[in-house]
C-alpha cells in the first residue's frame, strides 16, 4: 500500500478534532479545571480615616475593622473630580442647620470604569489628605470641640 502524506489542511483538522476531543473531556469532568494555572490576587489596597485618626492604607479584608457597617448599611460619598468613593455610617452624622458632619471613621476606595473596586493609587493618597483637611472643622457642643468632616 502506498500512504500519501496528509496534506497541511487535513493534519490542521486532525489536530483541531483532537484538542476539540480534549477539552469536551476536560468540560464533562467538573473535577478538573478548565483555566490555566492559578493566580494569586493581588490584594486590594483602601485607606482609612477619622476626625482624630490620620489618613491610614489598610487592605479590603481589614475595612469592617474600621468601619463596621462597610459594605452592608453604609452610606458612600462620591468625591468630586476624583473617581473615588467614601464609605461612612450613616449614624455618624451629625446636622446642624443645613451642613451635615461625619464624626465618625470613614473608608475610601477607588472604582474603575465599570465600577469594580480596585486598589488607590499613591497619588489618591495626596488627594484623600488634601480633600480631608479642606473639610475637617472644628465643632463646639456642651462646652467640648471636636473634629468633623463637613459633608458637601
Do not use: W
Not at 496528509?6 to 478538573?32: G, R
Amino acid at each position: 500500500m502506498n500512504k500519501t502524506k496528509p496534506t497541511l489542511a487535513q493534519q490542521t483538522y486532525e489536530k483541531v478534532c483532537a484538542i476539540e476531543t480534549i477539552l469536551n473531556s476536560l468540560l464533562a469532568d467538573s473535577s478538573t479545571p478548565v483555566s490555566g494555572p492559578l493566580v494569586p490576587e493581588r490584594p486590594l489596597y483602601l485607606a482609612t480615616a477619622g476626625p482624630e485618626m490620620p489618613l491610614s492604607v489598610i487592605r479590603l479584608e481589614d475595612a469592617p475593622d474600621y468601619l463596621p457597617c462597610f459594605d452592608e448599611a453604609d452610606l458612600l460619598y462620591g468625591i468630586p473630580g476624583l473617581p473615588i468613593l467614601m464609605s461612612y455610617c450613616p449614624e455618624q452624622v451629625m446636622d446642624i442647620g443645613e451642613e451635615s458632619y461625619l464624626v465618625g471613621p470613614m473608608v475610601f476606595f477607588r472604582i474603575d470604569h465599570i465600577g469594580n473596586t480596585v486598589s488607590l493609587q499613591v497619588a489618591d493618597l495626596y488627594q484623600l489628605a488634601e480633600f480631608l483637611e479642606e473639610h475637617s472643622v472644628i465643632l463646639m457642643q456642651g462646652g467640648e470641640s471636636f473634629i468633623a468632616i463637613r459633608l458637601d
